[in-house]
């Protein structure tokens, strides 16, 4: 008998390895999807393979340090590795099916037999008994092992996951910093073009009181120094807005904040073209789309949970017990019992179900996974394309700057040979101010640009 079991339990383990349901292949990426980006020309960006730690071309080290602090203590990435140590721990109780199950148990009683009294005999006594169960479930058409195998999906999509917020909050760390340097320079412009037109308010009511201007010019001069005034005060809230938004980032309560964080009062600039890579390289880079890939093993693997369904589940098993009156007799005489167990269940238009359940819940994690290679070619194109516009916006404004600054100079010269007067000149230079203002601007929103570029190719989760 003990051979004949042996023997079972031998074709049972040869036969483990025959899985049910659909064995999952990656599938490869078209080559429209893989190739070069539509928008890569000029020199702004290049097909150069792009780095994950992207923000260190921006050659600020307070920058550096604090996405350090942000990787190291930031919430949202405190949550995502938590949720990643909660999917390994499943995918170590998934592999725990495999081993043997032992299960040990005993009870005690102390009470009164029933029945007449007898003299001579003790009517209270201590029962005791206990016993030792040892299972080990065949598995003959894979539901383990499958499970095994979508468990291990789970854990790398939620690896991936991981790995994007950790991309998201390095590129809003590096924004809320841009964003508080860039309003401090934009503030420094609007507070210059307050003073420009408080001199020229001066001048004018200096030329209203010997008669040569009138009331209404000094009102019109006055109005639009009141209105710049007031932008200042929005700037600093948005300012201070950045700062608060980045010590959260970084783990901080505003208080908490360095100084150094907003000690930056230029715009962040790159000195080099951004390095974008291809497609290819994107697509293998982008966290979303290594969790949609992992999302998607794991629904093909549930197929052949479910498909298992279908089939004998055989458990080999054996138990050994005694129970006896005190804890002398426990063991004398013991009994024993070994053998498989079949389960096999008689609703199969419900198993069939949980199959097509199964099948249609992986047809839609298969449309996920082609959505997320769609939206990532998508996102890294539109990003491009501000990017590059951007660019454009800022040659112009710049040329409008210019020549607001030469007209600045060219009347400073006549005003000095007295061919136009001082608020002429005053004009002149609120319009270069204002010239400066609005590329300060476009500065700023280049590197919002830029920020959205390097998100999008979905650096900074390896660093």
Same mark, same amino acid.
């Given at each position: ?24 292949? %990656? ?101 005791? /008994?206990?016993?030792?169960? &040892? ?8 539901? @383990? ?23 998201? @909050? ?14 401090? $320079?934009? @503030? ?37 120094? /009141? ?28 208080? $908490? ?13 790159? /000195? ?24 998607? %093993? ?10 298992? $369904? ?16 005190? &804890? ?13 167990? @079949? ?121």
């Amino acid at each position: 008998m003990r051979k004949r079991l042996l023997t079972a339990a031998g074709s049972a383990l040869a036969l483990a390895s025959c899985a049910s349901g659909p064995d999952y292949r %990656a599938g490869s990426i078209s080559a429209p999807a893989s190739g070069p980006f539509v928008l890569v020309a000029g020199a702004a960006v290049s097909d150069a393979q792009p780095a994950d730690d992207w923000w260190r071309l921006y050659q600020d080290p307070v920058l550096d340090g604090l996405i350090a602090d942000a990787l190291a203590a930031n919430t949202d990435i405190r949550v995502g590795a938590a949720r990643l140590v909660q999917a390994r721990a499943l995918l170590r109780e998934s592999r725990g099916a495999r081993e043997p199950q032992v299960g040990l148990g005993g009870s005690s009683q102390y009470g009164r037999l029933p029945g007449p009294a007898i003299p001579g005999q003790n009517r209270t006594d201590l029962q005791v /008994d206990v016993g030792l169960d &040892v299972a080990y479930e065949a598995d003959l058409f894979g539901r @383990i092992s499958r499970d095994i195998e979508a468990a291990r999906g789970d854990v790398g999509a939620a690896a991936a996951d991981s790995d994007a917020v950790r991309v998201a @909050i390095v590129g809003e760390t590096a924004r809320a910093y841009a964003d508080a340097a860039s309003f401090a $320079e934009r @503030i420094t412009t609007a507070e210059r073009i307050v003073a420009l037109l408080s001199r020229s308010l001066n001048l004018t009511q200096r030329r209203v009181e010997v008669g040569l201007g009138t009331r209404l010019d000094t009102a019109r001069i006055a109005a639009l120094r /009141d209105q710049r005034q007031a932008e200042i005060p929005l700037l600093a809230a948005q300012r201070q807005a950045a700062l608060f938004r980045l010590a959260t980032l970084t783990g901080r309560t505003p208080r $908490e904040l360095p100084g150094s964080a907003a000690a930056r009062t230029a715009t962040l600039r790159l /000195d080099r073209p951004i390095p974008v890579g291809d497609g290819a390289t994107l697509l293998a880079r982008r966290p979303d789309v290594r969790a949609a890939e992992r999302r998607l %093993a794991a629904a093909t693997a549930r197929i052949g949970v479910a498909t298992a $369904e279908l089939y004998p589940q055989i458990t080999l098993g054996g138990s050994t017990g005694s129970s006896g009156a005190g &804890v002398g007799s426990l063991f004398n005489p013991l009994s024993w019992l070994v053998g498989p167990l @079949i389960n096999w269940t008689a609703n199969r238009s419900a198993a069939r179900a949980r199959v097509a359940g199964a099948q249609a819940n992986t047809q839609a994690a298969l449309a996920t996974f082609d959505g997320t290679v769609l939206q990532a070619l998508e996102e890294t194109e539109t990003a491009l394309s501000s990017y590059r516009n951007a660019l454009q916006r800022r040659t112009a404004l710049q040329s409008a700057r210019d020549e607001a600054e030469a007209a600045a100079r060219i009347t400073r010269a006549r005003q000095r040979e007295g061919d136009i007067n001082s608020l002429e000149l005053l004009d002149s230079e609120r319009t270069a101010a204002d010239a400066q203002a609005a590329l300060a601007e476009a500065d700023a929103r280049i590197v919002e640009a830029q920020i959205d570029l390097f998100r999008s190719l979905g650096g900074g989760w390896n660093s």
